[in-house]
Antibody, heavy 121, light 110 residues
Framework: EVQLLESGGGLVQPGGSLRLSCAVS????????MSWVRQAPGKGLEWVST????????FYSDSVKGRFTISRDDSRNTLYMQMNSLRAEDTAVYYC??????????????WGLGILVTVSS | QSVLTQPPSASGTPGQRVTISCSGT????????VNWYQHLPGTAPKLLIY???QRPSGVPDRFSGSKSGTSASLAINGLQSEDEADYYC???????????FGGGTKLTVL
């Protein structure tokens, strides 16, 4: 059974940093692209970032480019999102999701329950 | 403002057929496959349709997807009360070099 468990969320001040983790099990981690998707309060789903199975190819939404960094540790079966220079508009539930393909371009077939990140002073 | 455009709401009675539209451009829907997700608040989103018209294992065949040009649709036949949820379309966008989601459609079963 595929499982994804996010951690590392919480309350952070504007301008601060946070690192999200997503521990996965039930599949061969380095064979699939992985993504982060977020949902701000009262809003819809917003794609944030994707990494390929190798981690060599990474993609970011314009809203986080230059501030967020996606990475993966295949030895720990864990996906990360380093979030710097956080803004109030980054407040959201962040979901970790498994891609159906190695590239990560396509659909996301398994999702975690999400972790709340609140950016506020 | 989402790159893909969906109606904010849709509704139907049990047993009815409901369709949800998703409008995009040649850089996303027009040139790439479309995926649909079902999301109930407080739960993990669920993949409903991938590659425009394919159902993952376990998704009832009441759900179907299609695409024409730069628009896509999700159809739900035989509407059931448990179908009440938010539905999102998504596609890769070649111009943005990233994935894009629709704004979501809240489906109410009357």
């Amino acid at each position: 059974e595929v499982q994804l468990l996010e951690s590392g969320g919480g309350l952070v001040q504007p301008g601060g940093s946070l690192r999200l983790s997503c521990a996965v099990s039930g599949f061969t981690f380095n064979s699939y692209g992985m993504s982060w998707v977020r949902q701000a309060p009262g809003k819809g789903l917003e794609w944030v970032s994707t990494t390929s199975g190798s981690g060599r190819n990474t993609f970011y939404s314009d809203s986080v480019k230059g501030r967020f960094t996606i990475s993966r540790d295949d030895s720990r079966n864990t996906l990360y999102m380093q979030m710097n220079s956080l803004r109030a508009e980054d407040t959201a539930v962040y979901y970790c999701a498994k891609g159906r393909s190695y590239s990560g371009y396509g659909s996301l077939d398994s999702w975690g329950l999400g972790i709340l990140v609140t950016v506020s002073s | 403002q989402s790159v893909l455009t969906q109606p904010p709401s849709a509704s139907g009675t049990p047993g009815q057929r409901v369709t949800i539209s998703c409008s995009g451009t040649s850089s996303n829907i027009g040139g790439n496959s479309v995926n649909w997700y079902q999301h109930l608040p407080g739960t993990a989103p669920k993949l409903l349709i991938y590659s425009t018209n394919q159902r993952p294992s376990g998704v009832p065949d009441r759900f179907s997807g299609s695409k024409s040009g730069t628009s896509a649709s999700l159809a739900i036949n035989g509407l059931q009360s448990e179908d009440e949820a938010d539905y999102y379309c998504a596609a890769w966008d070649d111009s943005l070099n990233g994935s894009v989601f629709g704004g979501g459609t809240k489906l109410t079963v009357l």
